[in-house]
């Protein structure tokens, strides 16, 4: 995919992380509920979350901000899926890919009672700016297309206007339903009234 040149991207160093924290919280605010990602919390997944230490995430910078970050997981350690049955359409997309494969960087094909090894991409956030973001996900793909993942995943609420940005790339949605649960009545009548989207951490939840 055509890289957009208005942004640099690279990995942060630990100089950068207290504006990434405030890149985040200014994030969440647009959401109705959302993760508080504070310096204990950032340091926590860091360094105690097998695969999310700081050389994981990548930033997209213009002008020497920071405008988007996003960090690639690799979550087998934790869980990892196997192939139990393939359908006629994925069998022929596989057989395609490995037949790509030959002249150029495909996707590895799925298999049959192999792992599914996926990219997640977690911890995302722009400052109200898609385009940076948007900049990530086609780096991330160009750089992993070829490699050993089959799939880059990226969950969100379906709501969440992140999914206008994946309008370009050619993937498979699945959905999950998700409830709340509050000892206190009050909290449904606000969120019903709030019309905006929610932010969920749902891959870090093990």
């Known amino acids: 995919?055509?890289?957009?040149?208005?942004?640099?991207?690279?990995?942060?160093?630990?100089?950068?992380?207290?504006?990434?924290?405030?890149?985040?919280r200014n994030y969440a605010s647009g959401f109705r509920m959302a993760p508080v990602i504070g310096e204990s919390r950032f340091e926590r997944y860091t360094s105690m979350v097998d695969g999310l230490s700081l050389d994981r995430f990548i930033v997209a910078r213009e002008g020497g901000k920071i405008r988007a970050v996003t960090a690639l997981w690799d979550e087998h350690t934790y869980k990892s899926y196997e192939v139990l049955k393939l359908t006629f359409g994925i069998r022929a997309v596989s057989t395609l890919l490995s037949f790509l494969s030959y002249f150029m960087k495909a996707p590895k094909p799925v298999r049959l009672h192999e792992p599914l090894r996926q990219l997640s991409l977690v911890m995302y956030a722009h400052d109200d700016c898609p385009g940076a973001l948007g900049a990530l996900f086609r780096h991330v793909n160009n750089t992993y297309r070829g490699s050993d993942y089959s799939l880059i995943t990226l969950q969100a609420q379906e709501r969440d206007p992140l999914f206008r940005l994946l309008r370009p790339f050619t993937g498979?949605?699945?959905?999950?339903?998700?409830?709340?649960?509050?000892?206190d009545g009050v909290v449904y009548d606000t969120l019903s009234r709030d019309g905006s989207p929610d932010l969920f951490d749902l891959v870090l939840t093990l």
């Open 172 to 183: 498979i949605s699945v959905k999950s339903e998700m409830y709340l649960f509050s000892r």
């Open 1 to 24: 995919m055509r890289p957009d040149p208005r942004f640099e991207i690279g990995v942060p160093s630990p100089a950068d992380i207290p504006e990434l924290l405030t890149l985040y």
